[in-house]
């Protein structure tokens, strides 16, 4: 990814002329005398209640430059212009997805040239789940997903069903990579990243100030190269435009060639059914694989065939229920908004509620703080119940499985080349549990 004074760019080192590009410079150029630390807009950090918020500057001090610096009479019209160039993702509101430009007190940030998008690179799919991915990781209301990313993550990990344990490694360790920051600077560098991916994958309604246009595409010597989504083939410009898709000239096909068509696509289909069954019975661990989770209970945790083997170990010594409610909670932070307020209620009668079918067992101050939050529920409303059963289970249950006749005869088993069978998932298994042994 370029950085610095060389976008406008292209991969052959020439420098691009696209309309695009041509816009993108004008921009920041403008947005380089706002950065002036003479005559630019003053950045300052601000005190809020119990925390500061660094490097910010308020929407009317955008609209007074501009109508001082740029010869601007209408403060309208300068108004205008900081919402496009907002809308680019130049400079972003700090607690907002929607970028536009407000002449008011609300505070905004300058993006880093690196996420600028004259640096003519396009983000895979892949990066925006490495990115929500990340996002779930870290227990910070700043970053809780809002809905649209909550269904878009769920989207992708289906799309990305077969590569999702590389996705979630790649996840961790940026986080991992994260936490090592100082403070101030990680709060600063998140905001750019969710601002980035605002101007990209943008909030329903808003528009994308990455498509191409495709009358200004017309008058450029390159044509577009068509691309691949998670989605199949797409052409960059023309499939968001099917108003002005040209109708294909070509002949229609004969009998001959349609019968040979479809006998090719039931080929293909009947080779990726082969591939799918395989894929499906392949359910033997390897040998690496069961010595994993033996590194650590997050390890047994993170395998689907090791969470089960935890969870059979758990009901074998009756306390399976900790392990549910673990896995219900991860479950819950992954849920749509509009769905939580129910799922939570679920969760605290099967778990927590006098009387509940499955009750675990928690300290009184996890108690009394999770019954109050259950009042106002959120994805993170069980956090300390959760992190208190995870706990028990680390110190406890998990060292007991390490150490429990079923692994060792797996591990032996494994070294020696033979099978042991690897049980399903129990009967009373609840379905928030089948459906965790996607989470992550």
Sequence with gaps: MAQGNN????????????PNMLVYRKMEDVIARMQDEKNGIPIRTVKSF???????FSGSDIVQWLTKNLSIEDPVEALHLGTLMAAYGYFFPISDHVLTLKDDGTFYRFQTPY??????WEPENTDYAVYLCKR?????????????????????????????????????????????????????????????????????????TTEVDIKKSSRMRNPHKTRKSVYGLQNDIRSHSPTHTPVPE????????????????????DRHRLKMSKVAESKEPSQQRVKRWGFGMDEALKDPVGREQFLKFLESE???????????????????????????QEIWQEFLAPGAPSAINLDSKSYDKTTQNVKEPGRYTFGDAQEHIYKLMKSDSYPRFIRSSAYQELLQAK???????????HKNCTPTLRASTNLL
Aim: charged share 30%; aromatic share 10%; hydrophobic share 35%.
């Design 7 to 18: 976008y406008g760019q292209s991969s052959n080192g020439v420098a691009d002329e696209s």
């Design 50 to 56: 119990l925390s500061k918020i660094p490097s910010v």
């Design 115 to 120: 996420f600028w998008p004259s640096n003519c």
């Design 136 to 208: 779930t990781m870290q227990n910070k209301a700043r970053l809780e997903l809002a809905d649209y990313e909550a269904e878009s993550l769920a989207r992708l990990q289906r799309a990305f069903a077969r590569k999702w344990e590389f996705i979630f490694m790649q996840a961790e360790a940026q986080a991992k990579v994260d936490k090592k920051r100082d403070k101030i600077e990680r709060k600063i560098l998140d905001s750019q990243e969710r601002a980035f991916w605002d101007v990209h994958r943008p909030v329903p309604g808003c528009v994308n």
């Design 250 to 269: 070509t002949k229609p096909p004969t009998e001959d060639e349609l019968r040979q068509e479809i006998k090719y696509w039931q080929i293909q289909l």
């Design 318 to 344: 009756f306390s399976s229920e900790n392990l549910r409610f673990w896995l219900a909670v991860e479950d819950l932070k992954k849920r749509p908004m509009r769905e939580v307020p129910a799922r939570v």
């Design 415 to 425: 070294k020696k080349g033979r099978n042991i069978p690897i049980f399903p998932c």
